[in-house]
């Protein structure tokens, strides 16, 4: 991992903060609870909180792996899932504000080593994850759209054939993801593989580098035979009925 500056360690120190206060809102916790569950002094819990005391970077590796230890973003995700007629539905988590703080956290911790350079989300469900990460990341965002919006600006499409016989477009900004650009693909449930692999071809059109997959929900393994990508990263598997 490359020797971070001294405004990327203090980003990190206040994004421990911003993880403490996350968790807060998102479980009933006391401090006293909480400085039992990570194993951390409840005055400076409180301190850093607050906001009257930042922690040091070297505490703030510290805090934040306790807090992806002791709490599991993936047992926290599985709460905040809802069902709606068979179908899983994750509005509740990605309109949650706290969640989706703590969501980017994750992934920025398995792919803060990748030199992140911009965020590739096919629309929409995913947008709101992707803008967190964005924001954490300080990367670009590129979305995928299903339509031309703008007919001023030159689009990259490509296609993907789904049952029985639809064809779906998906387009991007020409120039808006270069050949030295270091691609990180994030979306909400990854099914049939068929989107994922359509951004892949978006990103190999341009020459760019795919780092990556930040999924929260993967479900089954029958995706996979359509999908070429290295890393992928999911917070929840959950088993195809």
Same mark, same amino acid.
């Given at each position: 991992m490359p020797v971070l500056s001294k405004a990327e360690k203090l980003k990190y120190r206040i994004l421990a903060i911003e993880a403490l206060r996350?968790?807060?809102r998102l479980l009933p916790y006391s401090y006293r609870r909480l400085s039992r569950e990570i194993d951390f002094d409840e005055t400076l819990l409180a301190r850093y909180s607050s906001g009257l005391t930042v922690p040091s970077y070297d505490v703030a590796v510290k805090l934040i792996s306790s807090i992806r230890k002791a709490l599991d973003?993936?047992?926290?995700?599985m709460l905040k899932i809802g069902e709606y007629k068979g179908l899983l539905d994750l509005t509740p988590l990605l309109s949650d504000p706290h969640m989706l703080k703590i969501l980017a956290l994750e992934f920025y911790e398995r792919? &803060?080593?990748?030199?992140?350079?911009k965020i590739l989300v096919p629309e929409t469900s995913g947008i709101t994850l992707a803008t967190s990460l964005a924001l954490t990341f300080d990367a670009n965002l590129v979305i995928a759209r299903r339509v031309k919006e703008n007919p001023m600006i030159e689009y990259?499409?490509?296609?993907i054939v789904e049952p029985p016989s639809i064809k779906n477009i998906f387009y991007i900004p020409k120039g808006s993801i270069k050949r030295e650009d270091r691609v990180l693909l994030v979306d909400d449930i990854v099914q049939s593989g068929l989107t994922l692999s359509?951004? &892949?071809?978006?990103v190999d059109r341009v020459g760019a580098k795919l780092l990556g997959v930040a999924a929260i929900v993967v479900v089954g393994d029958e995706w996979r035979k359509r999908v070429d990508i290295e890393k992928i990263e999911a917070l929840v598997t959950i088993s195809k009925t």
């Open positions: 996350a968790i807060r973003p993936a047992r926290i995700t792919f &803060k080593d990748k030199d992140v350079t990259l499409e490509e296609h359509v951004m &892949k071809k978006l």
